[in-house]
């Protein structure tokens, strides 16, 4: 029997798209237009469910929940694969990840670095500002992933930072649409190269037109946060870094969850928005590549043991066919975190799609995987895995830019340490702190203390909600009290971790040294408060005077709060 052309490397690639597509049934199409979450069992095993989403619901793109040491990541992408491999196509699975690079750990949104090499979170690399060392950033995600089979990257985060209280500022590149537009285009190229090919690893640029404008800040993962608002005109401004995403050749885009309120958009969610998606995405903006919607747009479903809906904002009163029917006229080619492939298998039956419509997601998809090799080459090599992941030389370059990342907001004349004093310590690890200075336990008998806090939130109820920080972004009173007193006692070095724009206008006045920091080790702090590394960073948004200021500017707005105690930017030397 001859080799059929799909399985042909040497056939051009629509060719092998055609012929594939032409061979498979229309369950099978189906199974293509949905992005399904595995986990992985004990020692890279195969979990629960996973041999049926393959098999019976015929998926072949997932994305990996949880973590593990690179051979057991390796092992388990193998047996993904192997799995694939004995279905009656044969056709290979895209791996796809969220972020496994920095020091945030939300099962919604990033991983810990864990084994893979760890740096600042992008607003660090924002506040560095190098463009070179971002694209050298993404080389490194690509060299990791693909040593473990991840071949879609669910980031980077093209949003820009323009509500202070948003939770999903870390993701991003600041406020600044021209420094966020030239960060994300190099971060495309290192996770793609100059072109989409066999040692890319696929960028899905996120959340499509820009997540930042959200009404009070709040997210729509949740009813709470549905609202997507454009009180300052500011639209154009936050498609910027798209914009430069599909200029340097982004495979996929992610539409978020909002709903445009006060537009001339239709006030439906933006993965249903044929506006949004159809005429703007890939009419104005040219973008031909994959559009795979933000997770749970269809189904009700548990997560973290708690029932959650739908994220169907503007159509919940629609059945699950009518959402995936309205997604699919709307411009949509895949559904995230979902696995339904019966409902549009039934939707082409009843003539409600066509099936021509779905041939050309699934077109897109398809070609996809040719491109990136994967029919060839979908196994990867444990012991390379063990070698390449956490590498000396990707450690040592997350390591220096977590250092280069710090922002110096004020220093008097306490940077940079010398000798050995002895030190205070709070939330910094007492064994690293030994290392530059004697530790001591009361404030009262050190020289100098060093504080490092977070940038404060309020806490909500439910599970999967706790991990997405919102609301308020000072600290409460009695918290302030008891960091006041310590600064009263002792010169204190301050570090705040900004995952959002701090309140902090106290602390400011009375630290004698304040830092800020985006994801960095008590090391990477120590090393440039004792002058044995070089802070470089900018703040890539302003730090607000106060809640009232933050109340009143508005969402879609860069740096709109009135007297910032900091403006974007600042940043000293030291």
């Not at 991983?111 to 506040?127: D, V």
């Not at 001339?264 to 249903?272: K, L, R």
């Amino acid at each position: 029997m001859p080799t059929p052309a799909y399985r042909d490397p040497h056939r051009p690639v629509d060719e092998r798209v055609e012929d594939l597509l032409a061979r498979m049934t229309v369950e099978e199409k189906a199974g293509q237009l949905f992005h399904g979450m595995l986990t992985m069992g004990p020692g890279g095993s195969l979990a629960d469910g996973t041999g049926d989403a393959i098999g019976e619901r015929q998926l072949t793109h997932f994305n990996l929940l949880g973590q593990g040491g690179a051979r057991e990541l390796a092992v388990w992408a193998n047996r993904v694969q192997e799995r694939a491999a004995g279905t009656r196509l044969g056709i290979p699975v895209t791996l796809s990840t969220d972020p496994r690079h920095a020091f945030t750990d939300n099962p919604g949104a990033s991983f810990h670095a864990g084994a893979f090499s760890a740096w600042p979170e992008p607003l660090g690399l924002a506040a560095i500002g190098d463009a070179e060392l971002v694209e050298r950033f993404a080389d490194t995600v690509r060299r990791e992933y693909l040593a473990v089979g991840f071949r879609l990257a669910l980031h980077p985060q093209a949003d820009l930072a323009t509500e202070p209280r948003w939770s999903r500022q870390s993701g991003t590149f600041g406020s600044s649409a021209e420094a966020g537009a030239e960060l994300v285009r190099a971060y495309v190229r290192g996770l793609q190269g100059p072109r989409l090919g066999p040692r890319s690893v696929s960028a899905m640029v996120k959340h499509f037109p820009g997540g930042g404008p959200q009404k009070d800040g709040e997210d729509p993962h949740f009813p709470h946060g549905k609202e997507q608002v454009y009180p300052g005109g500011m639209r154009e401004y936050h498609l910027t870094p798209f914009r430069a995403a599909v200029a340097a050749g982004c495979a996929q885009i992610m539409p978020y969850y909002g709903q445009p309120v006060g537009t001339d958009w239709e006030e439906v969610g933006f993965g249903f928005n044929r506006g949004v998606l159809t005429d703007l995405l890939r009419g104005r903006l040219g973008f031909t590549g994959v559009v795979c919607t933000d997770w749970g747009l269809l189904t009700d479903a548990p997560i973290m043991g708690e029932q959650h809906v739908a994220r169907a904002w503007g159509v919940e009163h629609l059945t699950v066919a009518e959402r995936a029917a309205k997604a699919l006229d709307a411009g949509v080619d895949q559904f995230g975190g979902e696995q339904c492939p019966e409902v549009i298998v039934e939707l082409v039956r009843s003539g409600r799609i066509t099936e021509e419509r779905i041939d050309a997601s699934v077109r897109r998809l398809l070609r996809e995987k040719f491109v990136l090799g994967l029919f060839e080459h979908r196994y990867v090599d444990p012991d390379a895995a063990e070698e390449t992941v956490g590498a000396g030389e990707f450690t040592a370059l997350g390591a220096a830019a977590q250092r280069r990342s710090l922002t110096v907001l004020t220093n008097r004349s306490l940077l940079p340490l010398g000798g050995r004093p002895r030190l205070y310590v709070e939330n910094v690890d007492g064994r690293t702190a030994a290392e530059y200075g004697e530790v001591v336990a009361d404030p009262a008998e050190a020289d100098v203390a060093v504080l490092r806090l977070r940038t404060p939130y309020e806490r909500r109820p439910g599970a999967f909600e706790s991990f997405f920080h919102s609301g308020s972004l000072a600290f409460p009173q009695d918290e302030l009290g008891e960091i006041l007193r310590l600064l009263d006692t002792v010169p204190t070095l301050v570090c705040v971790n900004l995952e959002r724009p701090a309140v902090l206008p106290e602390i400011a006045e009375r630290a004698a040294a304040l830092v800020a920091d985006y994801g960095a080790s008590d090391a990477a702090l120590l090393d440039v408060a004792f002058g044995r590394a070089r802070a470089e960073g900018r703040l890539p948004f302003e730090l607000p005077r106060s809640m009232a200021a933050v109340a009143v500017s508005r969402p879609d707005v860069p740096d709109d709060t009135g007297d910032p105690v900091f403006p974007y930017g600042h940043g000293l030397e030291v």
